[in-house]
């Protein structure tokens, strides 16, 4: 079996999983500690929050359509979470999702004047292919999307 066969189908079971259990994949990842290998599977859905038991049962879905298949080649551990209040901002479409939300940003040189950083606030919206991130001083900054690195939301406390 070649080196990323198994990972290609571990996708695909991980899919199917996601769609049984009315969540969306956002996430496969592996790792390998020494001879252990961690199977990390990120669930999402757009209509609610991600609970324990949307968790639990992809997580024995997986558990058994892995083991019946034989997916994985070695031994591993199966974790499967949401991604979390601080979730990672991936796309075009995630920064549209969440506007009105605090995140941060860092971001490739804009221009002279601008060179690259990392700014925090509020996202005010997306144009095309332009975040615009609203600081709490300060000016709004555009963003082209192509010049962020990472993005992430921002966990606030109720005031």
Same mark, same amino acid.
């Given at each position: 079996m070649a080196g990323t066969d198994w990972k290609e189908r571990l996708k695909g079971f991980a899919l199917q999983a996601s769609a049984r259990n009315s969540v969306e994949l956002y996430d496969v990842e592996t790792t390998q500690s020494g001879r252990r290998w961690t199977v990390r599977v990120t669930l999402d859905s757009q209509e609610r929050e991600i609970s324990i038991a949307d968790c639990e049962a992809v997580s024995r879905d997986l &558990?058994?359509? !892995?083991?019946?298949e034989d997916?994985? %080649?070695?031994?591993? *551990?199966?974790?499967? &979470? @949401?991604?979390?209040? +601080?979730?990672?901002?991936? @796309?075009? /479409?995630? !920064?549209?999702?969440f506007t009105g939300r605090k995140a941060n940003v860092v971001y490739d040189t804009? @221009?002279?004047?601008? %060179?690259? =950083? #990392?700014?925090? =606030? +509020?996202?005010? $919206?997306? &144009? $095309?292919? *332009?975040? *615009?991130? /609203? %600081?709490?001083?300060? #000016? %709004?900054?555009?963003?082209?999307? =192509? /010049?962020?690195?990472?993005?992430?939301?921002? #966990? +606030? #406390? &109720? /005031?």
């Open positions: &558990s058994a359509a !892995f083991d019946l997916v994985i %080649p070695h031994a591993y *551990t199966l974790e499967v &979470s @949401s991604p979390g209040l +601080e979730r990672k901002l991936r @796309s075009l /479409k995630e !920064f549209e999702r804009l @221009s002279e004047e601008i %060179p690259h =950083g #990392f700014i925090e =606030g +509020e996202i005010a $919206g997306v &144009s $095309g292919e *332009t975040v *615009t991130i /609203k %600081p709490e001083k300060g #000016f %709004p900054l555009e963003i082209p999307y =192509g /010049k962020i690195k990472r993005a992430r939301l921002v #966990f +606030e #406390f &109720s /005031k």
